[in-house]
């Protein structure tokens, strides 16, 4: 966790802990009590074990399988935070969990095994078709262009609609590539959608 190193590092460490073994820090916190008063504790695939207790902080091993991954001595303090982070942790952990979320957009999925939900939606494709261009109104009263296209990568098919500019720059036999997409349900269907600030749609290979 880049950017609070130094600051509290038991509640680093324990912060760490608990995304590396998916748990909230509410729930490390918990056991944490729990095992000062029962020796041993098993918080998800996490087991916990206290070896000295003192007045103000205590010394804890972690396994996992019976393997001891480590041995800490933690403050009393530190593992209270758990409880109500403070606000710098938690912009912090905002921003990895922003960046983890950028780092999944950029894994290719295949259109068969795509549905409605799915997001940050990476993959290429060949353009099938491509509808005629029709002129709709938003919902703020705008108007605008619009059309579609069928979206093929050999495992499925997805349409994707365009709006004004995209349009004239995809044609049917185009190779394309599709990042950070979203998957969703519109009027029964499911269609792809590329978000106005993050979806990019990419001429690979022109027909």
């Known amino acids: 966790m880049r950017g609070i190193r130094g600051q509290d590092r038991d509640l680093v460490y324990l912060l760490g802990l608990a995304r590396k073994h998916r748990l909230t820090p509410k729930m490390l916190h918990d056991s944490l009590l729990v095992v000062k008063q029962q020796g041993r504790v ?15 902080s205590s010394s804890y091993m972690f396994s996992v399988n019976g393997n001891t991954l480590a041995q800490a001595h933690l403050q009393d303090d530190s593992i209270g935070k758990l409880v109500e982070l403070p606000d710098e942790y938690r912009r912090i952990l905002r921003m990895e969990d922003e960046q983890a979320q950028s780092n999944r957009s950029s894994l290719v999925s295949e259109i068969g095994g795509l549905g409605p939900g799915l997001k940050g939606v990476s993959f290429k494709a060949r353009v099938m078709k491509k509808s005629a261009v029709r002129a709709v109104t938003s919902r703020n009263g705008t108007p605008l262009l619009a059309c579609e296209v069928t979206l093929s990568d050999g495992t499925g098919e997805i349409p994707l609609p365009l ?9 049917e036999g185009d190779v394309v590539q599709i990042q950070n997409a979203t998957v ?13 600030k993050t979806g990019v749609l990419t001429i690979l290979k022109q027909a």
């Open 163 to 171: 709006w004004n500019n995209q349009i004239s720059e995809v044609t």
């Open 184 to 196: 969703r349900r519109f009027r029964g269907r499911t269609q792809l959608s590329l978000g106005k």
């Open 42 to 56: 098993q918080c998800g695939e996490l087991e916990i074990q206290v070896r000295a207790r003192n007045q103000q």
